[in-house]
């Protein structure tokens, strides 16, 4: 089966940088997706890596690292809009006809002035 | 617009009455699921489809039913709801395969059983 851990919470400062991990464990790794959720909204996508290294897009940067079953999703620029839970979520080949998705519990995010 | 469409939004009902949560995507997508969230837990897959007439379990498929008879409609059945059904329900969608096939999510539908 499929292992994800992440912080429950964590707080940062708007204006600052704030970097959320991931790690996983997996027997057919196909791909990492991060999900943004405001509460009691539905998860709307970020990122998705699948070959190791960092993927950037805007305030948003994504990095994997299979070897080590490890994700972190970096926000630059913080605002008080980025409070929410990010959802760090793999794919695995080999289970649910190959798109399925094990998601993590979600690290609540809080931006503080 | 591309969309995931799920009816109704919000839901309390009694235990052992039947329902149906209607989930409905425009975007031709083969894959659809249903996951239900609960506090702590996080998302858990419940039944999924590959594609019209296949449909198989996910990690908490007990007390729901699927059906996929067409592309764009993947209903969640309860046919003798209990007080532990009681969660937020998300209907989502993707293409079929690998890749850069994000699913897309339905608004959820917050269901509670008395």
């Known amino acids: 089966g499929q292992n994800i851990d992440q912080p429950t919470e964590m707080t940062a400062t708007e204006g600052a940088i704030v970097q959320i991990n991931c790690t996983y464990q997996?027997?057919?790794?196909?791909?990492l997706f991060w999900y943004q959720q405001h509460a009691g909204e539905a998860p709307t996508f970020l990122s998705y890596?699948?070959?190791?290294g960092l993927e950037e897009k805007g305030r948003f940067s994504s990095f994997l690292s299979r070897s080590k079953g490890y994700s972190y999703l970096l926000l630059k620029e913080l605002q008080m809009k980025d409070s929410a839970s990010y959802l760090c979520?793999?794919?695995?080949?080999?289970?649910?006809?190959?798109?399925?998705?094990?998601f993590g519990t979600g690290t609540q995010l809080k931006v503080e002035l | 617009e591309a969309q995931v469409t799920q009816n109704p939004r919000y839901l309390i009902t009694v235990t052992g009455k039947k329902l149906t949560v209607t989930c409905s995507q425009n975007?031709?997508?083969?894959?659809m699921s249903w996951y239900r969230q609960d506090p702590g837990l996080g998302l858990r897959q419940i039944y999924y489809?590959?594609?019209?007439?296949?449909?198989d379990k996910g990690d908490v498929p007990e007390g729901y039913k699927v059906s996929r008879k067409e592309k764009r409609n993947f209903p969640l059945i309860l046919e003798s709801p209990s007080p532990n059904q009681t969660s937020l329900y998300f209907c989502?969608?993707?293409?079929f395969g690998g890749g850069y096939n994000e699913q897309f999510f339905g608004p959820g539908t917050r269901l509670t059983v008395l």
């Open positions: 979520a793999v794919r695995d080949i080999l289970t649910g006809g190959g798109n399925k998705l094990t």
């Open positions: 997996t027997s057919g790794f196909n791909g």
């Open positions: 975007m031709n997508h083969e894959y």
């Open positions: 890596n699948v070959l190791d």
């Open positions: 989502a969608s993707s293409p």
């Open positions: 489809s590959m594609n019209v007439e296949v449909t």
